[in-house]
Each structure stands twice: as structure tokens, then as C-alpha cells.
């Protein structure tokens, strides 16, 4: 369920990996990276989420007795490999982008500079936290940018892809400005605001809609949102006005009704002006069902009287791009710049760094993705965030964090914002172009048998990423 889940929630080859390394007596330093190749289609930029869930997973990461007993029972690993388990623990480094930033295409948001068993065999579990929290924050995002000044409430837990992907799907689109979730153990474990209503079901087991009305507003007086769309919405609300002023008496204030089905937005407009007339101008209309930022964008460009949404399906799950393009490889090994040459999938080598530069009016306007020795003209993104296995500073708040995401979200350039494809610059640095041609010229020298000094012109020219 969290970053607890235990070192063996990984991938076999991992392990079988740190064998190989563990034979071979390959113990030095290794730099690993993780970034997204390329963008999804209907994607213009990435809000990177989940690196808490990954600083707790490294802290905590060994292997518990148990875990060597049944790794031993495979009979693939050596005694003396596993007995090198027990002793491993994360030593290593972490820079990364804080949680909430903006992001783009070949740009590092997490980087693990450790001795070379331990930046392995992190890998699976790194990639798992971050894909799916980025890919949820980064679905999330639109919305709220669809839907400025109104409520947003993740409603996505039935449907989401198993327990932990719903937990860390409330906590991502909280990052991105949802207002809260209906997940009761967010709430307890992150401190996400909790709402909730009535299901269908409260509804239908009672013989008159009216009295399961009045059942519900007087178990919770204080959180009266009212769901009226079970049999006939309209009717449904002509009730509420009827219950208000018995209510009332009772000191019990209608806060809301909430529509799930049929055309929310014509809906919406009819129920509102049966709300204004029985005198109900303050009670708020909430609208839900398979919702998700087109939706938002239509319903409120269309003038829907909708002041907070239930988006459950279509973010948890990110339908519409259900994962990412992104990878965890490595870019030094020893103190030696190391690259991937593999058609479509080569990687730039070396330690990164980015740097984002903005507008007059404060909007991005460009990044620079080069060496972390080289410098450049803007902000670095790339922070220290781990030193030898701990923490340099203590765990930022949640409100901290979407404060983050917030203030990115306003500084993205305007088509961006009103989700237009936008190609934004992302400029690889002639420092990277560099050292990719030597690690290339290196490369090709060792496969022919020859030292670099016998390189002659006309070689095979380097593989560069697209």
C-alpha cells in the first residue's frame, strides 16, 4: 500500500542483475536518471508527482529475513549474493524537481547517483511511484485548469487500478489542485480534504425519495448534499424545496444537491432555477459521472450553473493516456559518461541539469536540458534532495507542495493553459551534443579494437535522441 511494500516488488532482473554485478566484483559509483522520452497525444506538458513516495521507499529499503529465505528457495542466487543483501541499504544521492513542477520532454525529475547495485535495483519501484502520480497529477491538472474557482473532488477509487493506485491518485490530484477526495484513508494518511454524499442506493431503499431526504440531512446536519437524480431530477428537486423550511425549524441548512446522470448541464440549469425560486439561491449544485476536463470545459463554456465536480474515472485511470513514454537508464558508470544507442530510444549521457527561462510577464518561455557542470542562463530545476541515504531537509507539507504546483500551473504559457498544442522549447545543450559524440567515438573504438587516438574521419557518426 505504500512505500512499505517490500523490496521484492520488483522485477527479476533486477535481482538477477546484482547477481551478475556481485560476481563480477562491480561495486563503483553509478548515475541513473529518470525522465519521459516524448509526450502522449493531448498532452502539452507533465506535472511531476510522487517523489515523496520514492525518498520513503529508499529510506526504507532492505530486505527483511523472510525475503532472502524465499529468494533462497528459487535456487537462481548464491548463498554469498544473498548474504551481500542483508547488508544492503541505500547509501546514495537524490536530486530530483520538487513535487508540483512543470515539466517537458528528455528533462530529468529524479536522479540517483548511488553505488551501482543499490541505483539498480530501485529502478522498477522508482518508475512505478512516479509514472502513475505524474500521470495522474498531470491529468488532474487540466481539469483544474478547466474549471478555475470551482471544487474539485476526486471520486476515483472504485474504478481506479487496484488500492495503492487509488490512494496515490487522491494524493496527485490534490497536488494539482483538487479541492479534496472521497478516499477516507486519504484523509487520514495525507490530510486531504474528505467529501462525500449519498449513493443511489440510500435513495432506493426507502419507500418516498422525500423521506430519505430528511433521513440523511438529520444523520449528517452538517453536510447536507442531497443526491437527486435517482428517478426524476427535476421533481427530485422541487422536494428539496418543499423539505428546506421544515429543515430549518430543525437547524438544518441544505448545503447542496448533486446530479450523476443525463445532461448535467441542462439539468443543472433547470434545477437551479427551481432551487432560485423556492428561495434556495445559496444551496450549490455539484455535478458528477464519467467527467474529465473536455467535459468541464464544455459544461462551463455552455454557462452550466455548476459550482463543484465529482471527477472520478477519466483521471484515476488517466483514460484517455493511460501511461507514459518515460525511462529510467543509465547516464555514468565509474566516472565514465555511458549512453543508449537503441533506434528510437538513445539517451543523452552524463549528469543533467535543467534550466527554465520565462517571459516579461513571467510565463515559461523555454528550458535547457545540458551538462549539471555546464551552467546556463535560468532557473535550475534539478534540487539536492537526499545526501549518503538521508534526507538534507524534512518532508514538504501537502499544502506546500500544491502550492508548488499552483504557481506552475500560472506560469505556463497561455496555450498550454487552455490545453492547445503548443510545441514549448525544450534546447538540448551543445555541451550534451559533445560528450554524446565522444562517448559514440569511444564506443566505436572499443568495438573495432582500436584506442581512441586511431579514430579515423569518416567513422560511423554518433546515434543522437530524437
Partial sequence: MNAAAGVLLTDLYQLTMLQAYHDSGMEETAVFEFFVRRLRPGRGF??????????????????????????????????????????????????????????????????????????QLVETRLINLLHLETLIASKAARSVLMAPGKLLVDFGLRRAH????????????????????????????????????????????????????????????????????TWDTEAAAHKVVALAPGLEKAGIRIKG?????????????????????????????????????????DMLAAGAPVDGFGVGTRVDTSSDQPYLDCAYKLQEYAGQARRKRSEGKATWPGRKQVYRRFDADGHMAGDTVTLETAGQAGEPLLVPVMRGGG???????????????????????????????????????????????????????????????RDRPGAAGPAFPA
Avoid at 514538504?396 to 490545453?419: F, I, M, S
Fill in 257 to 297: 444537491v448533486r446530479i450523476d446522470s443525463g445532461d448535467l448541464a441542462e439539468h443543472a440549469r433547470r434545477v437551479r432555477r427551481i432551487l432560485d425560486a423556492g428561495g434556495l439561491q445559496d444551496v450549490i449544485i455539484f455535478a458528477s459521472g464519467d467527467l474529465d476536463e473536455y467535459a468541464l470545459r
Fill in 162 to 229: 487496484g488500492a495503492e493506485a487509488g490512494l496515490l491518485a487522491a494524493r496527485a490530484s490534490y497536488i494539482a489542485g483538487f479541492g479534496g477526495t472521497s478516499t477516507v484513508l486519504a484523509g487520514r494518511r495525507f490530510g486531504i480534504p474528505l467529501f462525500g454524499t449519498m449513493a443511489h442506493s440510500f435513495v432506493q431503499a426507502h419507500e418516498d425519495e422525500a423521506q430519505a431526504f430528511e433521513c440523511f440531512a438529520h444523520a449528517q446536519p452538517d453536510n447536507v448534499v442531497l443526491l437527486i437524480d
Fill in 46 to 119: 507533465l506535472l511531476a508527482a510522487g517523489l515523496e513516495q520514492c525518498l520513503e521507499y529508499l529510506e526504507q529499503m532492505q530486505f527483511a529475513p523472510e525475503d532472502l529465505e524465499w529468494l533462497a528457495s528459487t535456487r537462481r542466487f548464491s548463498q554469498d549474493f544473498l548474504a551481500s543483501l542483508e547488508r544492503l541499504r541505500f547509501t546514495g544521492d537524490v536530486h530530483a524537481m520538487p513535487e508540483g513542477t512543470v515539466f517537458f520532454p528528455n528533462e530529468p525529475i529524479l536522479r540517483i547517483t548511488a553505488p551501482i547495485a543499490q541505483a
Fill in 391 to 453: 534526507r538534507l531537509a524534512s518532508a514538504p507539507t501537502l499544502a506546500d507542495v500544491r502550492g508548488v504546483a499552483a504557481g506552475n500551473l500560472a506560469r505556463l504559457p497561455e496555450p498550454l493553459r487552455q490545453l492547445k498544442d503548443d510545441d514549448y522549447p525544450v534546447e538540448i545543450a551543445s555541451a550534451l551534443h559533445k560528450l554524446a559524440a565522444q562517448v559514440d567515438r569511444t564506443a566505436l573504438c572499443l568495438a573495432a579494437g582500436l584506442s581512441e587516438s
